[in-house]
C-alpha cells in the first residue's frame, strides 16, 4: 500500500480524481443531457426520446432567431464597451491614484456594496426611477430639460443596457485592479526616466499589461450578458428579447426540447466567442 | 465488516422506500391534524386566509404554492408528485388531464353538486344561454368513469376538476388618464393611446384577447376564436406585430403584480387586466375601471383537481376539503374580491345584503364596500363595473382555450415578443 502511495504517477491520479467526477457528474453530465434532448421531441406535455433534426430545423429555419441572436450580440457588445471604461477608469483610479493601501481597500469595499443586495432588486429600483413619472423624469422636467416626459428611459434597450452596466461593472473592476497592482512601478518610474508622457505610459505600459485582467472581466461580463434572461425582461417590459428569454419562454411552454437546442446553440456561441478572445491575450500568465 | 455489494445495497434500500411509504398512513390515521394537503395553482386563490380557516375548520393543513399560469401548467404536467391538490384553470385541465397525473373525483360525495351553475355542468347559465366560443368549463369538466382519460359532454358522475372560482375579464382602463367613454376592444390598437397600451404575456390567454380586439376592429370574424387554425394565428399575431413596431405598447405584463404597477404607476391606460389587479389598483386611490366593452368578455374558470397519487385518509380530507370550499365561506371570501362563486347561493350567507346586493345584483352599494382584506373599494351609490352576475357572465364571448395549433401558437407568439 505505502508503495502504491509513494508512486508519482498514480497519487497524482489520485488526487485529480475527486474534482474530475465533480466535474463530470455536474459539468459534463447535465451537458451531455441538454446535447441529447435537444434531439428530442415535445408535444405539449410529454417529451418523446425519438431522435429528430426539427428542433434545430426550427431554430435555424426561424428568422426570428437570427435577430435575437444578433439582439444578445448588441446587448453583449454595449454593455462590454461601458463596462470596460467604466472599470478601467474606477480602477486605475484606484490603483495609481489612491496611495494608502487603507484607502485601497476602503474605496475597493465601497464598490462592493451594491451586491450587498439581490441583483433582482438592485435592477428593478430601476424601474421608478425611470418610469414615465419617475424620479429622473420628474427633475428633468422640473428643471426645464425637457418639456414631456422621456418615454425611452424606461422599457426600452436603454434601460436594459444600462442596468447590465450596473450590474456587472464590478466583474470588470475586480481582475483589471488585480493586474494594476501587480504591475511593477518601477516599469512607469522608467517610462518616465526615458520621457514618456502620462497618456503615453497608459498607452504603452499600463494597458498592454492590463490586458489580462482586462480578458478576465471581459469574459465574466460577456458570458453573463449572454446568459442573462431576467433583466432583459425586466427593463424592456418584455418588450425585447434575448436568446435567454428563448430558452426560458421556451421551458414555460414546456419545450424543453427546443430549449435544450437553443441552449446548445448559445453555448457554441458564447465558447466561439470566448474563443476569439482567448486568441489575442493569454490569460493564463495571469493566473 | 458485511461487505458492501450491489445486491445488498438495492435490498437495504428496497427496505428503506417499503418503510418509509407504507408506515406513513398508519401514523396519519392516529391524528387527522397531522395530515397536509399540498396545494399550487395561480394567485388568484392560493390565498393564506383560505389555509388559515381550513385549520380552524377542518383541523388539517393546507400548504398553499402560487405560481404563474405557465408554471402550474408544468408542474401539474411532469411532477404529479409535488402536490395533492391542484388549484387550475379549466384549460389547463384540457392539457394535463391526459398525463393521468389527477384523479377523477365522485360527484355524489360533493354535497353541493346540484347548487353548482349551469355553466359547469351543461354549459348554460340560464337554460337559454348560448355557449360561448373556446375551452368552456363544461366540455373539459367531467370524465367517462374513475380512470378515465377522456372528457365526456354529459354529466357522468365523475369529474376532471371541482370548480371554485371563475369571473368575465375585460380591459382595464384609467378613465382620469383617457377622459372619454371606451366602448370596444379595438380601441387597444387605437393610435390615440401609443406607448400606452399593454397586454398580457401569457400565450393562451393574451391570443384570445387578441382575437377579442382583431374582430372588434372588423378585420376578421373567427368561427371559433378558442381554436384557430395556422393561417388566423398568423393573421392575428401579425397583427399586433405590426402595432408593437408601431410603438403601440409600453410594456407586456407576465404576472399580476406587474400589470398592477404599470396601470397605477400611469405608464399603461388601457390594458388586458385581470378582476382583482383593477382591485388593487383602487385599493391605492387611483381611479381605475374595469370597462365593459360591447364585444363581450373573456371568461376563465377555475378548480381544484385531485393527484392521481392521493389516496386513503388524504383523500377523505381532500374530499372535505372541497365540500368545505363549495360551502359558503371561500365562495364569499372571493365573491368580496369580485370573483364568483361556484355555488354562489351558499356564499350569499357569508355576504352582508349590500355586498350580496353589490358584487353579485349590481345593484348600487348602500355602504361602503370593503374588500376582505378591509380595503374600501367602492362608496355608497357605486355600482359594479359591468353590472350583475347575469349580465356579466351572460355576455361571455369566448372562454380561456388551448387550441390543437397550441404548439404552433406558442412558436409564433414567441416571435411577437421577439419581434
Known amino acids: 500500500m505505502e508503495n502504491l502511495l509513494r508512486n508519482k504517477a498514480l497519487s497524482g491520479w489520485l488526487l485529480a480524481t475527486p474534482l474530475t467526477l465533480v466535474l463530470a457528474f455536474f459539468l459534463v453530465l447535465p451537458i451531455i443531457l441538454i446535447v441529447v434532448v435537444s434531439f428530442w421531441q415535445a408535444t405539449e406535455f410529454s417529451i418523446i426520446p425519438a431522435f429528430t433534426w426539427e428542433n434545430y430545423e426550427f431554430l435555424f429555419g426561424s428568422p426570428v432567431t437570427y435577430k435575437v441572436f444578433l439582439n444578445t450580440f448588441k446587448y453583449a457588445a454595449i454593455t462590454w464597451a461601458m463596462t470596460l471604461l467604466i472599470g478601467f477608469t474606477v480602477a486605475y483610479f484606484l490603483a495609481f491614484h489612491v496611495r494608502t493601501q487603507t484607502w485601497q481597500i476602503a474605496l475597493f469595499l465601497l464598490c462592493t456594496i451594491p451586491f450587498w443586495t439581490s441583483n433582482i432588486i438592485r435592477m428593478i429600483s430601476w424601474i421608478p426611477f425611470l418610469g414615465r413619472n419617475g424620479i429622473a423624469n420628474s427633475a428633468l422636467l422640473s428643471w426645464g430639460v425637457i418639456d414631456e416626459p422621456l418615454e425611452w428611459l424606461l422599457f426600452s434597450d436603454f434601460a436594459v443596457v444600462l442596468a447590465f452596466v450596473h450590474l456587472y461593472t464590478l466583474f470588470m473592476v475586480v481582475p483589471i485592479f488585480n493586474t494594476m497592482m501587480r504591475i511593477d512601478r518601477s516599469l512607469i518610474e522608467a517610462a518616465r526616466d526615458a520621457g514618456a508622457n502620462g497618456a503615453q505610459i497608459l498607452w504603452n505600459v499600463i494597458i498592454p499589461l492590463t490586458k489580462p485582467g482586462m480578458m478576465i472581466g471581459t469574459i465574466f461580463v460577456v458570458a453573463l450578458v449572454m446568459g442573462d434572461f431576467i433583466t432583459v425582461r425586466f427593463m424592456s417590459g418584455s418588450q425585447s428579447a434575448n436568446v435567454g428569454r428563448l430558452i426560458s419562454n421556451d421551458i414555460a411552454l414546456l419545450n424543453y426540447p427546443s430549449a435544450a437546442a437553443t441552449a446548445v446553440v448559445l453555448l457554441l456561441t458564447v465558447l466561439l466567442t470566448i474563443g476569439i478572445l482567448l486568441r489575442f491575450v493569454d490569460i493564463r500568465k495571469e493566473l | ?419
Open chain 2, 1 to 419: 465488516m458485511t461487505k458492501i455489494n450491489r445486491r445488498n445495497l438495492l435490498k437495504g434500500g428496497a427496505a428503506f422506500a417499503a418503510g418509509s411509504t407504507l408506515g406513513a398512513p398508519m401514523i396519519w390515521a392516529q391524528n387527522i391534524k397531522d395530515v397536509t394537503l399540498r396545494q399550487f395553482g395561480t394567485g388568484v386563490s392560493n390565498l393564506n386566509e383560505v389555509a388559515q380557516k381550513v385549520k380552524e375548520d377542518l383541523g388539517f393543513n393546507l400548504e398553499m404554492t402560487a405560481l404563474d399560469s405557465d408554471s402550474v401548467t408544468q408542474r401539474a404536467a411532469t411532477q404529479p408528485n409535488s402536490f395533492d391538490i391542484a388549484d387550475i384553470e379549466y384549460w389547463i385541465c384540457k392539457k394535463v388531464w391526459p398525463t393521468g397525473n389527477l384523479q377523477a373525483m365522485d360527484t355524489s360525495k360533493i354535497k353541493n353538486y346540484d347548487k353548482i351553475v349551469g355553466i359547469f355542468r351543461n354549459g348554460k347559465l340560464t337554460p337559454d344561454s348560448e355557449i360561448a366560443q373556446g375551452t368552456a368549463p363544461h366540455t373539459v369538466g367531467f370524465t367517462s368513469g374513475p380512470d378515465g382519460k377522456d372528457f365526456v359532454q354529459e354529466e357522468s358522475g365523475w369529474m376532471t376538476l371541482i370548480p371554485t372560482i371563475y369571473n368575465a375579464d375585460t380591459l382595464g382602463i384609467r378613465p382620469d388618464l383617457i377622459g372619454r367613454p371606451i366602448k370596444n376592444w379595438s380601441e387597444l390598437l387605437n393610435p390615440e393611446f401609443k406607448g400606452k397600451a399593454s397586454i398580457l404575456d401569457i400565450s393562451s390567454i393574451g391570443i384570445m384577447d387578441m382575437a377579442m380586439v382583431v374582430e372588434s376592429m372588423g378585420e376578421y370574424t373567427y368561427p371559433d376564436k378558442g381554436n384557430m387554425t395556422r393561417e388566423e394565428i398568423d393573421m392575428t399575431i401579425g397583427i399586433f406585430t405590426e402595432a408593437k413596431k408601431n410603438g403601440q405598447f409600453r410594456a407586456f405584463w407576465k404576472s399580476f403584480d406587474e400589470s398592477v404597477n404599470l396601470m397605477a404607476s400611469g405608464e399603461v391606460v388601457i390594458q388586458s387586466m385581470w378582476s382583482p389587479a383593477i382591485t388593487a389598483v383602487k385599493s391605492k386611490g387611483i381611479e381605475c375601471v374595469y370597462q365593459p366593452l360591447e364585444e363581450g368578455y373573456r371568461s376563465w374558470g377555475g378548480g381544484i383537481g385531485l393527484s392521481a397519487a392521493l389516496t386513503g385518509l388524504e383523500r377523505d380530507a381532500a374530499y372535505e376539503y372541497i365540500n368545505w370550499y363549495l360551502d359558503g365561506w371561500v365562495g364569499g371570501f372571493l365573491m368580496r374580491q369580485g370573483y364568483y362563486s361556484a355555488v354562489p347561493e351558499t356564499s350569499k350567507t357569508y355576504m352582508s345584503e349590500n355586498e350580496w346586493g353589490y358584487w353579485f345584483e349590481g345593484k348600487p352599494a348602500t355602504d361602503v364596500i370593503t374588500s376582505p382584506f378591509g380595503d374600501p373599494l367602492a362608496q355608497a351609490g357605486d355600482v359594479r363595473d359591468g353590472g350583475s352576475f347575469y349580465d356579466r357572465m351572460g355576455s361571455v364571448a369566448c372562454w380561456n382555450s388551448v387550441m390543437d395549433e397550441n404548439m404552433y401558437m406558442n412558436r409564433k407568439w414567441n416571435e411577437f415578443i421577439a419581434s
